[in-house]
């Protein structure tokens, strides 16, 4: 205090001094001018500077605090958070690194602040076989109710955030695919086997083939073969042999006069001839049949079909190889598409196309057995009722009872028969109300010797000049 009092006065004589000696103006020195300069200087040595930089991926931020020396004025956490939010950080903050940073006053050093966090990708969903089956590695022996594989569920991601708070989302995982054919059934997120069979992978589709192998040719010595499943040959089929498959027939050969029976699908490799084939709610495949009888309750691909009875439902590709049809009589519901028709030789080919008269006349032959059943069914509920008021009555007798019980399953018994009849009625009515118009198109050629009898809606397209008779009980045929 005595030493400002002094640089008081001393500040008081200088200003009276200029005042008496105005020469002199300007010479004095202000002390406490002086002072106040002197801690300027030192304030702008020990200023301090917080600076905050952010990553080019928002993802970290940085602080570093700017100082010439060590005698700095002090910063605290709240200065460093101030600044940051300042600069946009507002998520992952380190209060640690920050806390850090403030108790050792620590300066001109970059030091990370605050960091963002990824998202998690989820992860895709996968197929966990119990057998090790593949494309070529079959699984024999299958029993009904093995689990063939179990679907993993896919994983969600989850959200990330960068230091701006900025949410960042993640890629989802996929579901897992699998393709199942036959003989597989779900449950859950399980599949199981439906029934017993081999388990294949073909094409990316899992199956259960319910089938019987035969590594040799077959012939009348081998008896009749009948499996509920599939039969696979890989032989011949000759001297009346007799085959029949609850599912579907594969034959790695030629077929020769013998009976090829299935309820689904029928595939020959080989030649077939004098042979009847059969496939009653499937296809047939082949490359050349002559003088056979073949029955498709779906449709007939082959090369050729020579001086055959063919009955086919949704119709007949005979395009590839010589793609001739030739001799025989040919039904058929659906569109026929072939090359030619008939031969050079003028062979009698007769093609009945669209609704089929035998279709016609099977239905009605059903109806008929279908009738007599009702009849049947009616008569005996008419005696069982006329029973059961005597029952009731008191009066009815031990023959009559006993007649009830045997009339109770004998209608049964005529009910059942009736069940296939009606089913079948049924689908020979959806076949003919889909084959109101078909087509038939040979792309070279109709000879001479071509009898066609075209139903319903129906027409008949050849590229060429057709020399062939035309049968038509509908309108809308055209030749051309």
């Known amino acids: 205090m005595e030493e400002d009092l002094k640089k008081l006065d001393d500040l008081f004589d200088s200003i009276i001094e200029e005042i008496i000696h105005p020469e002199k103006a300007g010479s004095f020195i202000n002390p406490f001018m002086e ?54 950080v507002f998520y992952g903050i380190d209060e640690a690194a920050v806390k850090e940073m403030a108790d050792s006053q620590l300066i001109n050093t970059e030091v990370k602040i605050a960091s963002g966090m990824e998202p998690v990708n989820g992860t895709d969903g996968r197929l966990v076989l119990k057998l090790d089956v593949g494309e070529g590695r079959d699984v024999q022996n299958v029993k009904e109710g093995t689990e063939i594989c179990h679907v993993v569920s896919p994983h969600p991601g989850r959200d ?25 059934v779900k449950r859950g997120n399980r599949y199981f086997a439906e029934y017993g069979g081999t ?27 009948g499996y509920g499943g599939t039969i696979i040959i890989n032989g011949n ?52 049949f002559t003088e056979s009888t073949i029955v498709a309750g779906s449709g007939l691909s082959a090369s050729v079909i ?7 439902v949704t119709g007949i590709e005979c395009t590839s190889g010589y793609g001739r049809i030739a001799g025989g009589d040919i039904y058929c519901a659906g569109d026929v598409n072939c090359l030619t028709v008939g031969s050079r ?21 059903l109806e008929i057995q279908a009738q ?60 003919i109300s889909s084959s109101q118009k078909a087509t038939l198109r040979a792309k070279t050629m109709i000879y001479g010797g071509a009898f066609l009898k075209v139903c319903g809606f129906s027409q008949i397209i050849n590229s060429d000049r057709p020399r062939a008779t035309v049968y038509s009980n509908g309108t809308n045929v055209i030749v051309k």
């Open 372 to 431: 007599k059943l009702d009849n049947e069914v009616a008569k005996i509920t008419d005696q069982v009722n006329k029973i059961r008021e005597k029952e009731k009555a008191g009066t009815a007798t031990l023959e009559e009872e006993s007649f009830l019980d045997a009339a109770m399953r004998i209608r049964s018994q005529k009910l059942s028969e009736k069940n296939p009849l009606s089913e079948r009625i049924k689908k020979l009515s959806s076949i």
């Open 345 to 365: 030789e003028h062979t009698e080919t007769h093609i009945t196309l669209g609704e089929s008269v035998e279709f016609t006349n099977e239905i009605r032959a």
């Open 306 to 312: 020579n001086n055959c009875t063919v009955k086919c």
């Open 35 to 88: 002072k106040k300069t002197n801690k300027i200087a030192e304030l702008s040595e020990a200023v301090t500077v917080i600076m905050v930089r952010i990553s080019d991926d928002s993802m970290a931020a940085y602080a570093t605090v700017i100082s010439k020396n060590e005698q700095h004025k002090p910063f605290t956490t709240d200065d460093i958070l101030r600044v940051a939010s300042t600069n946009g």
């Open 160 to 184: 990330g955030k960068d230091v701006r708070g900025r949410m960042l989302t993640p890629k989802q995982g996929k579901p897992a695919e699998i393709l199942v054919g036959d003989g597989l």
């Open 237 to 288: 089929v000759s001297g009346k042999a007799v085959i029949r498959a609850g599912r579907s027939v594969i034959v790695h050969g030629a077929v020769t006069s013998s009976v090829i029976e299935a309820v689904k699908d029928i595939s020959i490799d080989g030649r077939v001839t004098d042979a009847s084939i059969s496939a009653t709610d499937g296809s047939i495949t082949g490359t050349e």
């Open 199 to 225: 388990l294949v992978c073909r094409d990316g589709i899992y199956s259960i083939v319910d089938e019987m192998v035969l590594d040799k040719n077959i012939d009348q010595s081998s008896g009749i073969i």
